[in-house]
């Protein structure tokens, strides 16, 4: 409620401010990757901002990425071409996470700010979804790598929202292709560097950046179509595993709604540094990026037509949807985050082999969830988080797309995959929870589903009704 308050005030706030508030006049964004035995990726933040609020601010907040995660390094922060160093907010001010940019003097109503922040990315740990960094290639996810400007501490103070157009650029060697987030606007060569530019506009998401020195397939047809980008040409041909990628991306469109109007079909890349993130385990892996999966050698060695490999970039294309579309607060990272991938994958499936592959697909996921349960102690789904030991997050990433199957089979398939469509398309780039899939989907089939979230959540074991649904001979007669 308090969120959606601040927001109106926002609205209102340039001609009658009723609290401490800022905007972004203007903002622009570079990054330059910088190749060598350890690479990096240099970000250059800039903004122009304007204090409208009620009152003069001595400081503003801002989280910077995970150090960890990201390697952050060489932090230069500048405020009207002074350079300030950076301090650490205290818990009343905001987040404990974010950091004090202090003005000196008081930044007074009405007076603008230029505001320069930089920084590098140098071996990073979590070589995932977030970020991947190698030799001849990177990927920065659409959320954590860029500066969040943080509103003031009065309940009153809205986020600074970006301006309506946001030009960034992405400085590479000339052998890069490349692929972001926005229109493309252009581009230059400088030397043995090329720059491409970006427009972002009112209703495009956060910015996200793929690029290396890739060959790229050339799918026969001229019509939108999916394509492998790899650092050598693919032995097999790829037109069989396209037309299943692009049946499968036609699955998840058709069920959970189109994205945006410059992802015309998705691309597939190469990694070579991307590990496997719910896990953290090695072997084969992929991993979402808007609009595209991340894949590492090992997954293309099993074969680009493959079930397996197939399945993988499936699941990691449905994070589009879950995961980039929306995300999820720690506490559903893992039974949201990857449960709803998973079940797309199920979805997915239904779509090409009727409800023998949907079965199929459901008793492989209950037969890995019971081998695993044998061997570690469950914890229930719904407290089991993506910082958990191993042991556990394997038995709920097992268990969390029969959740979904449980929810179909209550509530319909259509009446489910309407609820989840629209909770995508509602809450569009926002966090969001249980409690707002649990909404959704009591609006979209028009039954309580208090209980059935509270056993699934809560409970340990995969309730009897559900295994007697799916287990017993019977069930599983092939039609």
């Not at 692009?246 to 469109?253: C, F, K, Q």
């Not at 199929?360 to 890995?368: A, F, H, M, Q, S």
Request: hydrophobic residues 40%; charged residues 25%.
């Amino acid at each position: 409620m308090i969120a959606a308050i601040s927001l109106l005030l926002f609205d209102a706030a340039c001609s009658v401010p009723l609290a401490p508030g800022y905007g972004i006049l203007k903002e622009s964004r570079e990054v330059r990757f910088v190749g060598s035995d350890t690479p990096q990726l240099h970000v250059d933040s800039r903004y122009t901002l304007e204090n409208y609020g009620t009152a003069d601010l001595s400081f503003i907040g801002v989280k910077l990425p995970d150090d960890k995660s990201y390697g952050l390094k060489g932090l230069h922060i500048e405020v009207d071409g002074r350079e300030i160093s950076l301090e650490r907010l205290s818990v009343q001010d905001q987040s404990p996470s974010a950091q004090r940019i202090a003005f000196d003097p008081n930044w007074k109503v009405r007076e603008t700010r230029e505001l320069v922040i930089e920084y590098a990315f140098v071996s990073p740990e979590d070589s995932g979804e977030r970020i991947t960094l190698g030799p001849d290639d990177f990927h920065l996810s659409s959320r954590g790598w860029a500066p969040a400007l943080q509103p003031p501490s009065h309940f009153l103070s809205p986020s600074p929202r970006r301006p309506p157009r946001v030009r960034y650029t992405v400085r590479v060697p000339s052998t890069f292709l490349v692929l972001a987030r926005g229109a493309r606007a252009g581009r230059k060569q400088e030397g043995d560097e090329t720059i491409h530019r970006f427009e972002l506009r009112k209703n495009d998401l956060t910015p996200f950046v793929v690029a290396g020195k890739y060959v790229a397939s050339a799918p026969e047809n001229k019509s939108p179509s999916a394509i492998f980008w790899t650092f050598h040409p693919l032995k097999d041909d790829p037109q069989p595993a396209l037309a299943r990628i692009d049946a499968a991306w036609s699955a998840l469109e058709k069920d959970f709604g189109q994205l945006d109007k410059n992802i015309r079909a998705p691309h597939i890349v190469e990694s070579s540094t991307l590990r496997h993130h719910a896990t953290g385990e090695s072997g084969p892996a992929a991993a979402a990026f808007p609009g595209g999966a991340l894949v590492n050698s090992e997954a293309l060695a099993l074969g680009i037509g493959s079930d397996g490999f197939l399945e993988g970039v499936t699941h990691a294309l449905a994070h589009n949807w879950f995961g980039d579309e929306v995300f999820f607060a720690p506490d559903a990272a893992l039974g949201m985050g990857e449960g709803l991938p998973e079940y797309a994958t199920i979805v997915v499936e239904e779509s090409e082999k009727g409800e023998a592959g949907r079965r199929r697909r459901i008793l492989e996921y209950l037969n890995e969830y019971d081998n695993l349960r044998n061997n570690a102690k469950e914890t229930p789904l719904g407290v089991t988080l993506m910082t958990d030991p191993i042991e556990q997050r394997r038995i709920a990433l097992a268990k969390a797309p029969l959740l979904y199957i449980a929810l179909e089979d209550f509530g319909g398939e259509e009446p489910v995959r309407s609820g989840l469509r629209k909770m995508v398309t509602v809450l569009r780039g926002q966090e969001t929870s249980y409690d707002a899939l649990r909404s959704a989907l009591e609006e979209s089939t028009g039954k309580n589903l208090a209980e059935l979230f509270r056993v699934w959540l809560n409970d340990k074991d995969v309730p009897a009704d559900f295994r007697a649904r799916y287990e017993s001979p019977a069930a599983n007669v092939q039609h």
